[in-house]
């Protein structure tokens, strides 16, 4: 492995961190440091069974490092371990959490809001359902097909119905379903997938604002995957790109800084378009809210207690890499995109695999088919290159599609246009996929031949 800058980096932070403490007595915690060292060694040892996510050969699931500045402001928040529930818990990193997440909003073109991180994309999309109901209360929600699992299990916890609409060959909701559902007049809430998490296909936002108008419900983006692409519009077609134009209409975004945001876990965003649905989170705590007039974070979140150090990693992270266009964030995610609408085209060129039947990647997630003679024997195929990739250190992912996204329909005996195909899934959402793509292609291709041993 490479030096890591991160310790050394700490090390100056954390004095200049104990400094700010000067005025007080000193004292020593009593430490057992040849202790700690054995269990340290043992604990990194264990560590080590893992897949390398912080390798471009790493190109399976949605894992991303987190950037050098944001694990050495997270390690040097822990002297502190501040708690964002409270300003008594956690004063500077409650402002700092205000500002950030007063970045992220902007980026979706929100100057007025409420909004606040969590521990994580589902916690955000709870609150922005929650906060539906609150405003709806015996509405459904509905959302596409390959919307999050996790929504219509927050539904049930929310108790709401919940339903779920038909996907294109994109993965995108399809529309007609959308106004078949609308027609019923019961639909109260909208969930809208900007990147679904199988393919990262981006739901017609534009279009279900416009269905909107009509129907009227309320619109949650859900953009934990990929919300960050509202930076990046050159660098997508053209129904993303008008998707992503659309974000500043709807009523709530969530977003994962802990996916593409360069972020440790955990570290989730909720974002309400109208401030005033803070009054559904009024409550009276007798013990929490005391050394200050100003807004403490718990009283607009349901979650209590909070990692303050995810805030201050993400506030360090975006004074280095602002939000903004064109900056070097920014074309960090145009790297990753480039990289898989380059995997997509060689793909597309390849007998060996069938690629989706429609267009390019719609962000940067690649998923394609074995070509065989019947659809068991393509996804046998796609988990014994799947396991040769593992064995070169090439890590790729798995992933269920229905049979009728792919090119050659009629390629398979057991053609019944539902049925699920095991695929090959390629999350490239480090920058470094892009130089690294022709290593990977490499990769895949040696690995093809161990298992058809040529
Ligand atoms: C990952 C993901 C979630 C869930 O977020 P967690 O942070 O894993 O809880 C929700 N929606 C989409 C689209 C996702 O990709």
């Known amino acids: 492995m490479t030096h890591d800058p991160v310790p050394d980096l700490l090390a100056r932070a954390t004095q200049l961190l104990e400094a700010e403490f000067n005025s007080l007595p000193a004292f020593e915690q009593a430490i057992d440091q040849g202790a700690i060292a054995q269990v340290l060694q043992a604990t990194a040892h264990r560590l080590g069974d893992n897949y390398p996510y912080f390798h471009p050969l790493y190109a399976g699931q949605m894992l991303k490092p987190p950037h050098p500045v944001a694990r050495a402001a997270y390690a040097l928040a822990m002297k502190i371990n501040p708690n964002n529930h409270a300003r008594d818990g956690g004063r ?230 602002p939000l903004t266009p064109g900056g070097e964030f920014a074309r960090g995610l145009a790297r990753g995109r480039a990289a898989a609408v380059e995997m997509d085209r060689r793909l597309r060129l390849d007998k060996r695999f069938e690629t989706l039947a429609v267009g390019s990647p719609d962000l940067d997630i690649v998923a394609w088919k074995v070509k065989a003679a019947s659809l068991e024997l393509a996804s046998e195929q796609a988990q014994k290159i799947f396991v040769a990739c593992g064995t070169r250190n090439l890590h790729l992912a798995l992933v269920q599609l229905p049979h009728s996204w792919f090119e050659t329909l009629n390629c398979c005996i057991d053609r019944d246009e539902a049925m699920p195909a095991a695929c090959l899934r390629s999350v490239l959402m480090k920058p470094e996929h892009e130089a690294w793509l022709d290593r990977i292609w490499k990769e895949l291709t040696a690995a093809c031949g161990d298992v058809w041993g040529e």
């Open 92 to 321: 500077a990193s409650s402002e700092m959490e205000i500002e950030a997440v007063q970045q992220i909003a902007a980026m979706f073109g929100w100057a007025e809001f409420l909004g606040h991180l969590t521990s994580s994309g589902t916690l955000a999309n709870l609150e922005a359902l929650w906060v539906a109901r609150q405003l709806a209360p015996g509405k459904r929600i509905v959302g596409s097909e390959q919307a999050h699992y996790t929504h219509e299990r927050i539904s049930a916890v929310l108790r709401i119905d919940y339903a779920g609409i038909a996907a294109d060959r994109h993965g995108r909701m399809k529309l007609e379903a959308l106004e078949a559902e609308l027609r019923k007049g019961d639909v109260g809430t909208v969930v809208v997938t900007l990147g679904t998490t199988a393919i990262g296909a981006v739901d017609p936002l534009d279009e279900v604002l416009a269905l909107k108008k009509r129907y009227g419900f309320r619109v949650h983006v859900d953009g934990a995957y990929g919300g960050y692409f509202r930076l990046i519009p050159e660098a997508l077609d053209e129904p993303a790109r008008r998707a992503y134009a659309a974000m500043s209409e709807a009523d709530s975004i969530a977003v994962d800084p802990h996916k593409h945001g360069l972020q440790p876990y955990g570290c989730g965003c909720v974002l309400f378009r109208d401030p005033a649905v803070g009054r559904f989170y009024k409550h009276d705590s007798p013990y929490t809210y005391f050394t200050s007039k100003q807004l403490h974070l718990g009283e607009i979140s349901l979650e209590c207690s909070r990692a303050g150090a995810a805030a201050v990693a993400l506030w360090a992270t975006q004074r280095l890499l």
